[in-house]
Antibody
Framework: QVHLQESGPGLVKPSETLSLICTVSGDSITDYFWSWIRQPPGKGLEWLGYISDSGNTHYNPSLKTRVTISMDTSKNQFSLKLSTVTAADTAVYYC????????????WGQGSLVTVSS | SYVLTQPPSVSVAPGKTAIITCGGDNIRSKSVHWYQQKPGQAPILVIYYDRDRPPGIPERFSGSNPGNTATLTISRVEAGDEADYYCQVWDSDSDHRVFGGGTKLTVL
């Protein structure tokens, strides 16, 4: 069974870059697509982008200029970087396996709360 | 960009049937997925590709996407079904994954 685990700082200062890693076990990241999703406190889910099995990326246009997703196949990890953060970027950030042909997100990490505050 | 519309809340008595809707332009042409999220937990996939259930999801959960609105139906609702439910599609025109705003299911 695939397992995903997010890791990274829980507190980021305004204008700095948020960085999170998703470590995958039970699957090779080169076999699937992988997405990042976030959820501000008390609000709904927002898809941020995906990275394909071959390393191609696609981002939500609302964040496109600030988001970067990359992968490290040697560690079976993929990562999220969100630049120039503000308080509006405070959220629980989830990584998930993305079934490329339908876009279904079939396995999720437990989530990582990131607070943007000075 | 593609927009999915869900009712903010649905209430149902235990043992009854809950129906949660998800509207979108020509949604019939898209594969709709549904997620259940309980407080403090990550979402879990309960229906994918309009009507298929992942392993471990009870048969009480079913989905359909016959026309202008996709639906998630929960039969014989239990107290443990109380959660937020989100629909989601892959917008093939843009290659984006899009979520609905979510529906809070309350079991009376």
């Amino acid at each position: 069974q695939v397992h995903l685990q997010e890791s990274g700082p829980g507190l980021v200062k305004p204008s700095e870059t948020l960085s999170l890693i998703c470590t995958v076990s039970g699957d090779s990241i080169t076999d699937y697509f992988w997405s990042w999703i976030r959820q501000p406190p008390g609000k709904g889910l927002e898809w941020l982008g995906y990275i394909s099995d071959s390393g191609n990326t696609h981002y939500n246009p609302s964040l496109k200029t600030r988001v970067t997703i990359s992968m490290d196949t040697s560690k079976n990890q993929f990562s999220l970087k969100l630049s120039t953060v503000t308080a509006a970027d405070t959220a629980v950030y989830y990584c998930a396996r993305d079934e490329a042909e339908t876009g279904a997100l079939d396995f999720w990490g437990q989530g990582s709360l990131v607070t943007v505050s000075s | 960009s593609y927009v999915l519309t869900q009712p903010p809340s649905v209430s149902v008595a235990p043992g009854k049937t809950a129906i949660i809707t998800c509207g979108g332009d020509n949604i019939r042409s898209k594969s709709v997925h549904w997620y259940q999220q309980k407080p403090g937990q990550a979402p879990i996939l309960v229906i994918y590709y309009d009507r298929d259930r992942p392993p471990g999801i009870p048969e009480r959960f079913s989905g359909s996407n016959p026309g202008n609105t996709a639906t998630l139906t929960i039969s014989r609702v239990e107290a443990g079904d109380e959660a937020d439910y989100y629909c989601q599609v892959w917008d093939s025109d843009s290659d984006h994954r899009v979520f609905g705003g979510g529906t809070k299911l309350t079991v009376l």
